[in-house]
């Protein structure tokens, strides 16, 4: 293996990029007692936009990290699900998570300055050497493999700094990701432009809709409208990219503009005032977000996040492909350190399960954004991709509450199956357990009592279990195929396939 010793590196992973990509890797790696230095252009808290959050990262990859509860009690909105003026339906649709899985019930809507920090702090404490105002600059590779990178520090100084693994999790404007080689491909249908902007004063949906995420079509695109505090409100047009040249001329103008063709949106800001001072003051734009690179990853060098890839911004997915794929490269890098596993088959284990995620959002993605159809034709659409036995309406809340990966199973109630399907993913009766008692300690019943709205969906599980059957067998026509240890860090061997059952056969003739 071409690989360097401890021995001859400064660290055993640079990240670069601390955002929730960053973070997430950085902390996952320090925690099986890597030495990791993570590098960060800005000071935080900084501002980002990508603020409507889903249960698979607040309760799943959070819970992994130890911050769930830090999250939960920062204040910020409750969201339990979203609210959608789309397609044929003349009026708003809503979905809910809270039965989307026993874990799912609930996500929030962050200030992602908020959010983006506690990731971080939370990385330093668990040793992770974060600094802030390093600017990486350039990587420092051979033909073999990357070895490292050189940064400018805030006093302007310049290091090199070598590693074993560099990651790239610098965001949609990452510089460095075209040393794993590839090209950055812009996704074919979704070639949008954002514009946005945040208001205080805006209206709320009544209860229980209240902290869901409103998106609403009109006539030349889709508004979100996202409640982050009692006060203020993310709102922000996604419309064709041939809009560049309006948009670019006059942002302040184009947004109005834009609010004024959504009747709903223009009524719920009848009483607001934009805000025009601080980190939120200013107009944004947007473009050319929607991608994937063609190569995730080189020998030393692995691209997570923005960095990787991005779908688009209607369903929230997100922060949760970054957080997501941020475990799945610590899973390589963890497993590579401990030599369990070679780094080809590792990373390769990564790219499989973090396409396989992209893949399955952009085919969702493509059904819904075809606005002539009504939301029963997208509820079958979910069913289709997850290949489910539940409905049409429970497979689309569970795809939405980010769900997809089939890693994050129900676990508080279900009739056994459950544990035994996670068991066969490769997660012990340990994890099951503690991850239980986790669960059950923060769940509050939402019953269909608090859901007046008729669309409000459920979500069994024999979905689930569906789901995880379709990924199960993709996965195992894999020959290099891994599993996940039962403590979520590392990779390994699959466990050998159960012998098929022989039939007792009838005693040969003349035998006794
Ligand atoms: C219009 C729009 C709306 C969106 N809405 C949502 C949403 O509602 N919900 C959701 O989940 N997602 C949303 N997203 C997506 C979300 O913004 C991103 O997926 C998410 O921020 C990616 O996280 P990341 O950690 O990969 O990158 P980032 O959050 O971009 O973090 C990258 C970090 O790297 C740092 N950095 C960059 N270059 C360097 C360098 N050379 N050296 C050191 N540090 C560097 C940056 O300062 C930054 O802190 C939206 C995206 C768009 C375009």
Redesign the pocket.
């Known amino acids: 293996m071409n690989q360097p010793d401890r021995e001859s590196t400064d660290v055993d992973v640079v990240v670069?990029?601390?955002?929730?990509?960053?973070s997430t890797v950085a902390s996952f790696v320090a925690k099986q007692g890597g030495r990791v230095l993570l590098?960060?252009?800005?000071t935080f808290p900084?501002y980002?936009?990508?603020?409507?959050?889903?249960p698979s990262t607040t309760q799943w990859i959070c819970g992994l990290l130890g911050v769930a509860d830090e999250v939960e009690a920062a204040g910020f909105q409750t969201k339990t699900g979203g609210t959608f003026l789309w397609g044929a339906s003349p009026k708003p649709w809503s979905f809910t998570f809270a039965t989307a899985s026993h874990r799912g019930r609930h996500a929030f809507q962050v200030e992602r300055m908020k959010f983006?920090k506690i990731l971080l702090d939370n990385a330093r404490r668990l040793g992770v050497d974060v600094r802030e105002q390093?600017?990486?600059k350039d990587v420092v590779s051979d033909p073999d493999r990357v070895r490292g990178v050189t940064?400018t520090d805030a006093g302007g100084a310049e290091h090199t700094v070598t590693a074993r693994f560099v990651v790239d999790?610098?965001?949609?404007?990452?510089?460095?990701r075209r040393h794993v080689g590839g090209t950055r491909e812009l996704a074919e249908y979704f070639r949008n432009i954002?514009v946005?902007g945040y208001f205080e004063g805006g209206k709320r949906m009544d209860p229980p809709l209240r902290g869901n995420i409103l998106c609403a079509a009109f006539g030349g695109g889709w508004f979100?409208y996202?409640p982050l505090t009692d006060e203020l409100t993310s709102v922000?047009a996604?419309v064709p990219a041939d809009m560049v040249d309006k948009i670019q001329q006059d942002r302040e103008a184009a947004l109005t503009q834009f609010i004024g063709e959504s009747p709903m949106i223009s009524d719920f800001l009848t009483d607001a005032r934009r805000v025009t001072e601080g980190p939120y003051g200013e107009v944004r734009v947007?473009k050319d977000?929607s991608y994937s690179n063609t190569r995730f990853w080189r020998p030393g060098m692995a691209l997570?996040?923005?960095?990787a890839c991005?779908v688009d911004?209607l369903f929230?997915?997100?922060?949760?492909?970054?957080t997501y794929s941020g475990l799945l490269a610590a899973r390589s890098i963890n497993s590579v350190l401990a030599g369990q596993v070679e780094e080809q088959r590792a990373f390769a284990e990564a790219e499989f399960r973090h396409r396989r995620e992209y893949n399955l959002y952009y085919e969702f993605l493509k059904a819904v954004y075809d606005t002539h159809q009504d939301e029963t034709s997208y509820f079958w659409t979910a069913k289709k991709l997850t290949g489910g036995t539940a409905s049409e309406a429970d497979s689309f809340s569970y795809l939405t509450a980010g769900l997809g990966a089939g890693e994050y199973t129900p676990v508080d109630g279900g009739p056994g199956a459950p544990d035994a399907a996670a068991r066969s993913r490769g997660r012990g009766p340990d994890e099951d357990a503690a991850m239980r008692a986790f669960w059950q300690g923060r769940t509050e019943e939402f019953t269909t009592e608090h859901h007046p709205d008729p669309n409000h969906l459920r979500l069994d599980d024999g979905n689930h279990q569906r789901l995880l059957r379709t990924i199960e067998e993709g996965w195992r026509a894999r020959p290099d195929r891994l599993t996940v240890s039962g403590d979520s860090m590392y990779w390994q061997e699959p466990e050998p396939e159960p012998e098929p059952e022989t039939a007792i056969s009838a005693p040969a003739p003349g035998a006794g």
């Open positions: 670069v990029g601390g955002g929730p990509a960053g590098l960060e252009k800005e900084r980002q936009i990508g603020e409507s959050l889903l983006d390093c600017a990486v940064y999790a610098s965001g949609n404007s990452s510089r460095i954002a946005f979100w996202i922000g996604v947007r977000y997570v996040g923005d960095a991005f911004p929230s997915t997100g922060v949760y492909l970054a």
